[in-house]
């Protein structure tokens, strides 16, 4: 696609449930982030995937939170056991890599609201 | 490890006069510095990016930022503010690989009539 295409875009979800956010690249790009940003605050960051190599999961909060990326291309965030303080938007965002300062491109979000 | 500060969460300025949006940064190596806008329930756009190459950039909206590496910062500027400007403007560093991308926490430009 012409963009970073995320879903669902909004998403309420009771306590406890499980849920899953959807990521699809532009095509060709071989990064893959995801962040988070909470209300009133700046983005936090979760996860990333590069190619085949073993993805930067240091930004992940809990062991509640996990992403895949399959095929090198579509991605997924899952979070178990929702909590209130998951709710959030949850931005992808890729990106070409090889040269330096490659612009990264973001996703409109998926807004989560765990009630 | 490498990180950013934005000086001020909260800029407010009047229609037509200068807009300046602080930011500092660390990074081990040579950095590339971006900033971003994020306008209300929208994603976020790139409005400029460093990336060794002049130290003046100019981007999208006539938004500009300078590289000072004696200074390790890259505030953002424009000349005249627009209403349309009022947004949430995020400064990020990244490493060389761009593979390890901070976000600061951002600051919000009020645009008064």
């Known amino acids: 696609g012409a963009g970073v295409s995320q879903s669902p875009s909004n998403k309420v979800t009771e306590k406890g449930k499980d849920v899953e956010l959807r990521c699809d690249p532009i095509?060709?790009?071989?990064?893959l982030y995801w962040y988070r940003q909470s209300l009133g605050q700046g983005l936090e960051f979760l996860i990333y995937?590069?190619?085949?190599?073993?993805?930067?999961k240091s930004g992940l909060p809990s062991d509640r939170f996990s992403a895949e990326r399959t095929g090198g291309s579509v991605s997924t965030l899952t979070i178990q056991r929702t909590q209130q303080e998951d709710s959030a938007v949850y931005l992808c965002?890729?990106?070409?890599?090889?040269?330096?300062?490659?612009?990264?491109?973001f996703g409109e979000g998926s807004w989560l609201t765990v009630v | 490890a490498q990180s950013v500060t934005q000086l001020d969460s909260h800029v407010s300025v009047s229609e037509g006069t200068p807009v300046l949006l602080r930011c500092n940064y660390s990074?081990?190596?040579?950095?590339?510095l971006f900033w971003y806008v994020q306008h209300p329930n929208k994603g976020l756009q790139l409005l400029l990016k460093?990336?060794?190459?002049?130290?003046l950039v100019k981007g999208i909206n006539g938004f500009e930022a300078e590289f000072k590496k004696s200074e390790t910062s890259f505030h953002l500027t424009k000349p005249s503010a627009h209403m349309s400007d009022a947004a949430e403007y995020f400064c990020?560093?990244?490493?060389?690989?761009?593979?390890?991308?901070?976000f600061g926490a951002g600051t919000r430009l009020t645009v008064k009539p």
């Open positions: 965002a890729s990106s070409l890599v090889g040269a330096p300062g490659n612009t990264i491109y």
């Open positions: 095509s060709g790009h071989t990064a």
């Open positions: 995937f590069q190619g085949n190599s073993a993805p930067d």
């Open positions: 990074s081990s190596y040579s950095p590339s």
């Open positions: 460093y990336t060794s190459a002049a130290t």
């Open positions: 990020v560093v990244s490493s060389r690989n761009n593979n390890d991308m901070r």
